[in-house]
């Protein structure tokens, strides 16, 4: 087995870039996934694992044995490197180099009826994160991100969503893209927004449905407020017009998910 201890290796500063920039995981098509249940979702998700690396104080081969089927490289690393590669305050001992995947909306496989989270231009990783989750929680068909603003394989998403950046279909495209694609598969979509708005609870979302939620800061673009097939809000009754995207999103997911018997 192949061991590496000096965080001067040539390889070692690479998986350090592909920490910190995001053009090195656009470059390379790969990016670092670290902890053994994110790994594990990783996999189960379909995504190639290349090579992991493991501290044999933490975790052990027979650990990494269980989890993986899978014939890759495996490199034992030391406590000093592990330090320079691991992204948490908390150690697991393990990391990954995983390929990216496809993010295209054609790629996306719908049930019948589907129900679909669209996300436009959120910047925070862990607002993304957070949203994530519960897109996992409620088995949602897809999460869409109209005109990201941050890199997908970002080490904050990855770690905000504990894994459920791996459990979820995703896919990205311009708001143009989007809509025309929901427009296309006969989707409703209803966005949330403060402008020309309904209660959410009126609607009905047991078709084929779409939630599009905007930044807290500026809301929904017009174009998206313009094309809804009805435009939505969540009544509130303290002294502010917003609350976070995620609880948002989580409200009006789950309000649909009632309308669908769960």
Known sequence: MKQITSIQNPFIKSLVLLQEKSKARKQTGTFLIEGLREISLAIKGGYEIETVLFLPEL?????IDKLIQNSFQIIEINKEVYQKL????????????????????????LSDNPLILVIESL??????????????A????????????SD???????????????????????????????????????????QNSTSYHTQNFTTPTALVVGTEATGLTQEWREAATQNII?????EIDSMNVSVAAAILIFEAKRQRGF
């Open 152 to 194: 997908l394989y970002n080490p904050n998403i990855v770690r905000s969503s504990v894994g459920c950046l791996f459990t979820n279909q995703i896919a990205t495209g311009t708001s143009e893209e989007i809509i025309a694609f929901l427009k296309e598969k006969k989707i409703n979509f209803y966005s949330a927004t403060l």
């Open 138 to 149: 409620a088995n949602l068909d897809a999460v869409l991100i109209a005109n990201p603003k």
């Open 123 to 136: 910047e925070k990783p862990g607002n993304i994160g957070a949203v994530l989750r519960t897109a996992d």
């Open 59 to 63: 975790v052990s081969e027979s650990e």
């Open 86 to 109: 691991a992204y948490r305050d908390t150690t697991e001992g393990i990391l990954a180099i995983a390929k990216t995947k496809s993010l295209k909306l054609s790629d996306l496989k």
């Open 234 to 238: 969540i009544p509130m009754q303290g």
